[in-house]
């Protein structure tokens, strides 16, 4: 628009100059006129050319008033011109202004990208190619935590900076040093909050880059001085509706869990919202954390971010049991379509997508619908970073005793931002992984229970073909048999990989896999 204005005035300008120059040269231009005694008249036929000059006279002289008029409409018309000229002075200056510094920062931009090199993805297999080079950024301004009804003027103003750099070949680090990413303690009734918190606060690299916000629900006035204790090492947050549910009467027994979904979406809706953070790891408070924990979600932050096929990073392995894993690649991490929750981070992004249609109760299994998971995966350890203590809940127990007591936590520290994840992008993933499930040797789960016909560690292959034969080979196995919407624990593109008797062994549907059977639940 300003542009079409300057050529307006300028082309104004131009025609005002060109007529005046035009009236001077036609004036100047023009021959003397004879006046009686001067020679006009001395010719033959003088007396005609006076009368004729008298009648030019007066044809002059209506000409110059014609063109006095019209000088003076030309100059109006440039006067408003003029005007016109200096009204945008302002605005010229401004845009130049704005051009002078999109330039600068294109520069500085241009100056500060440095192209990856190209280096082919690490096998998918129990290492991580540190040979690979690195290249996500993602930048953030620190975020400060405060109580929800303070003034967040001040913070709801930091700038938040992300910087991807999209590769086809995508090698990864973690993210900077800036990015603030807290930790949602969700508490209720439990003091034994303190041992969660004890961990958390024992391991947290950095208060500013990891505030830790306790969230508690119920009212209960002994855990709240708990959680109050640690003073200004967490944010204490409060949920203010302590009613029960209307629910149905065969929902009755179900109140806890109404409750806790409620309290979730009141939590998150906080972290986000309120506090404006962009991304949030959520534990519970039965939840000890392992060494390597924050470590673990800043190395995998940048990889969540920069792959839309995955939903979530979770410390838990369902299938974690001291006996099921390999002690000997606590950095192994593996894509899992299974939700396991248990400490998991959320992008603001994915938590926008859930809130609106969050569930009234049974949060974590309506996760696992697809209608919410949409072919989304998550990521998990080989060894869990995270072991629950809280036999006591509103599960009763279910699975404590059997499954989840014997978890095991890893306690080797992994420096896995110093680590190239990039083979867990799917793009890398997939190829390198149903190369090796439908490469290992197919065998019967008789052979690996005998183990002596069977030379070296594996990996070994065991075929199930519908949900039964899921099952018994599952219990037959020692790993967890159920299913939520046909997917099983753990399990990536229908395969749940674990160690038995120290062999590696993939759990796996025929070859061809396409989709999961949601019957199978």
Known sequence: MVRKKGSLILCGAFLFVAWNALLL???????????????????????????AAKGAHANLASEVIRLAEEVEFQLETQKKLLKEIESNRALWARQKGVGKRQA?????????????????????????????????????????????????????????????????????SAASPGVVIPILVIACDRVTVKRSLDKLIQYRPSPQLHPIIVSQDCGHAETARMIGSYGDQ??????PDLSDIRVRPEHRKFQ????????????????FNTFSHSAVVIVEDDLEVAPDFFEYFRALYPILRADPTLWCVSAWNDNGRDALVDPAKAELLHRTDFFPGLGWMLLKEMWDE??????????????????????????????????TFGRKGVSLGQFFDQYLRYIKLNTQFVPFTKQNLSYLLRE?????????????????????????????????????????????LARNLGVMDDLKSGVPRTGYRGVVSFLYRGRRVFLAPPEGWTQYDISWS
């Open 234 to 239: 967490v944010t204490g947050i409060h949920q």
């Open 428 to 472: 890398n993933y997939d190829e390198m992984f149903i190369k090796e499930i439908y490469s290992a040797p197919l065998v019967k789960v008789e052979k690996l229970q005998q183990g002596g016909s069977l030379q070296g560690p594996g990996p070994f292959r065991v075929q199930y073909s519908s949900r039964d034969s899921f099952k018994v």
């Open 104 to 172: 600068a920062d294109a520069k500085e931009a241009k100056d500060d990208v440095k192209p990856p090199p190209s280096k082919p993805p690490p096998p998918l297999r129990d290492k991580v190619d540190d040979k690979a080079q690195a290249v996500i950024q993602h930048t953030q301004k620190p975020v400060h935590t405060v109580a929800p009804d303070s003034n967040l003027e001040q913070h709801q103003s930091n700038e938040i900076k992300e910087e991807v750099v999209e590769t086809n070949d995508l090698p990864t």
């Open 354 to 387: 859930l809130e609106p249609k969050w569930p009234l109760a049974f949060w974590d299994d309506w996760m696992r619908q697809p209608e919410q998971r949409k072919e989304r995966s998550c990521i998990r350890p080989e060894i869990s970073r995270t072991i």
């Open 256 to 271: 806890g869990y109404y409750k806790i979904s409620r309290h979730y979406r009141w939590a998150l809706n906080q972290v």
């Open 25 to 51: 040269l036609y004036l100047w231009g023009r021959p003397p006129i004879g006046r009686p005694g001067e020679g006009g008249g001395a010719e033959p036929g003088g007396n005609r050319e006076w009368e």
